[in-house]
């Protein structure tokens, strides 16, 4: 049932109108078992989803984090190129978290496109620079977010867009699959596999990407909440889960499924090379530089 409908154009409420079927993708699969659609290209109208979200007034809160020397290695080109593909025609305010509130990119921005900058504070391990963001974006949307936008969306900054990311990605609970894993069986996921942890889990749906999420400011401060207390629960207990906060958050939304699922063309890594199923790329894995990046 879920595949037959799926084959067909989705529309609005994500029921199935054949005038719409101008590219059916036959495949991949476009539908959750809890049927939440997953978004490929050739799925959906751009102009559609504008003008509902326009109409009902959507507007997007960014957040992304540039902390020590990620500032100068990415977020020049995640702005930049934010600023030729995400959320065009809705308004976004972007909010830049760092240590060196100084050094962000003054970047020219049009109309109903603004930018705060936040001084966080540098944790000493990496990890925790990572996961802390979990508690640092439910801060914000309850402090200022909730009160401007009706949306969130939270990446990594090592990323650039190259294609439209736009108001069909939105939805209440917004999750991506990694470009990994979305052909590997589930066996292979690499969930977090230690009891001990507050992330640990046998199974699950599929092997989500921490480097984007969003939905709703609601859903979105339930997620990182809740991400947040799993990880301080694992700090009492000395644990770590194997993947930071991705192990929190692929708990969460086994718990919590996503209303809206967004396929690896929203995530992609380019070294792996041609597949068949890309047919767009809209937001690309930067080049890792660890050893410039990662040394202490
Ligand atoms: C991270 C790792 C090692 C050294 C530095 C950092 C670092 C991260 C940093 O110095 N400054 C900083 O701002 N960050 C922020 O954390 C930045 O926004 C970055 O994109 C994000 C996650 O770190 P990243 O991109 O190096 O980790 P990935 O690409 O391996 O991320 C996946 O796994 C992470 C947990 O290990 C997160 O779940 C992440 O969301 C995943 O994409
Ligand atoms: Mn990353």
Redesign the pocket.
């Known amino acids: 049932k879920c595949h037959l409908a799926s084959a067909k154009m989705l529309t609005l409420d994500n029921s199935v109108d054949e005038s719409l079927n101008l590219g059916a993708r036959l495949d991949v699969q476009t539908c959750t078992p809890w049927r939440a659609p997953i978004i490929w290209d050739g799925m959906f109208i751009s102009e559609i989803w504008d003008q509902r979200h326009q109409t009902e007034g959507a507007s997007v809160a960014l957040t ?8 100068d290695a ?1 977020l020049w080109d995640f702005l930049n190129s934010s600023e030729h593909y995400f959320m065009l025609g809705l308004p976004v305010i972007y909010y830049v978290f760092t240590d060196m509130p100084q050094k962000v990119p003054d970047i020219k921005l049009p109309h109903l496109r603004t930018m705060r900058i936040i001084n966080v504070k540098r944790h000493s391990r ?2 925790d ?2 996961m802390m ?1 979990m508690k640092t974006i439910a801060d914000t949307i309850e402090s200022d977010i909730r009160h401007h936008s009706t949306h969130v969306f939270c990446f ?3 990323q650039v867009f190259t294609g439209r990311f736009g108001s069909e990605a939105l939805g209440d609970s917004v999750a991506l699959l990694h470009a990994y894993f979305y052909h590997l069986p589930k066996e292979r996921f690499t969930y977090d596999r230690n009891p001990k942890s507050k992330a640990y889990m046998e199974t699950g749906d599929f092997y989500y ?3 984007v999420f969003g939905g709703s400011w609601k859903s979105v401060k339930a997620l990182t909440e809740a991400c947040y207390q799993s990880i301080m629960e694992d700090k009492k207990n000395n644990v770590e889960a194997l ?4 192990s929190h ?1 692929n708990k969460y939304l086994w718990l919590h499924k996503p209303s809206r699922v967004l396929s690896p063309e929203y995530g992609w890594d380019p070294s792996i090379g041609y597949m068949n199923d890309i047919q767009v790329t809209r937001l690309l ?1 930067a080049p ?1 530089q660890y050893e410039k ?2 040394v202490p």
């Open positions: 992304v984090f540039a902390v020590g020397r990620y500032l990415y990496w990890q620079i990572s963001r990594d900054v090592d990407h921490a480097a993947w930071h906060d991705e958050l894995w890792k990046l990662r």
